[in-house]
Structure formats: C-alpha cells, structure tokens
C-alpha cells in the first residue's frame, strides 16, 4: 500500500511558477511509475505528467508541455512538479497518484493509477 501526500501548492499570478512535491511512504517508491493529474471546477479530471520508476521517461500533456517539468528524487521519496509560465486555465486541484508496482512506465489515463493524494490546490490570477 502506498500513501501520497502533496505540498506546494498556492495562489501565483500569471507567468509566474510553483513547485509542488508528493511525499510517498513505504519503501518500494523506486518501483512506483507517478503521475500528476488535476481537476477544474466543473471539469473532468485529467492527466498532467508522468514519469517511470527509474525516472528515464516522461509523459506530458499538450496543454503544459514545455512549461512544466515533473522529476523524481527515488533516495527521498518525493516526486515534484515544476510548474513555470503558470496560466489562469491552470488553475485546479493537483493530485499525485502511482501506479501498482508491477509496472515501470507511466500511463496518461487514471484509471492506470492505483494509489491518490488528497490533492494541494493551485490557483493562477490574470
């Protein structure tokens, strides 16, 4: 079982940054693909970044590619978000998740995802 708590999040104008950072407990973390999804007010929730267990690929989705990085530190148990060029349609609740450990490369759907954080917040002001 593994748990996924997430910090960082804040309110930033436009064009600014934020990094946010999911802490997971136990010590199989290196075998965990994670990802980062977030979800709008009145939108479906959907995928933002992931990364595989050793940390070699990652997925992006077109609306933040270029602009946000997702990385990994295997030795802290942490995956973070590095969120730059921030816009207001940005604006959701961030949640990280990981998959079971049987697989190693990350998905974009969340029904791939076994394991969820309680999310961290992130709004963007124009």
């Known amino acids: 079982q593994v748990q996924l708590v997430e910090s960082g999040g804040g309110l930033v104008q436009a064009g600014g940054s934020l990094r946010l950072s999911c802490a997971a407990s136990g010590r199989t973390f290196s075998r965990n693909v994670m990802g980062w999804f977030r979800q709008a007010p009145g939108k479906e929730r959907e995928f933002v970044a992931g990364i595989s267990c050793s940390g070699g690929i990652t997925l992006y989705a077109d609306s933040v590619e270029g602009r946000f990085t997702i990385s990994r530190d295997n030795a802290k148990n942490t995956v973070y978000l590095q969120m730059n060029s921030l816009k207001p349609e940005d604006t959701a609740n961030y949640y990280c998740?990981?998959?079971?450990?049987?697989?190693?490369?990350?998905?974009?759907?969340?029904?791939?995802?076994?394991?969820w954080g309680q999310g961290t917040q992130v709004t963007v002001s124009s």
């Open positions: 998740a990981a998959r079971r450990s049987e697989f190693c490369n990350p998905s974009r759907e969340s029904t791939g995802y076994a394991y």
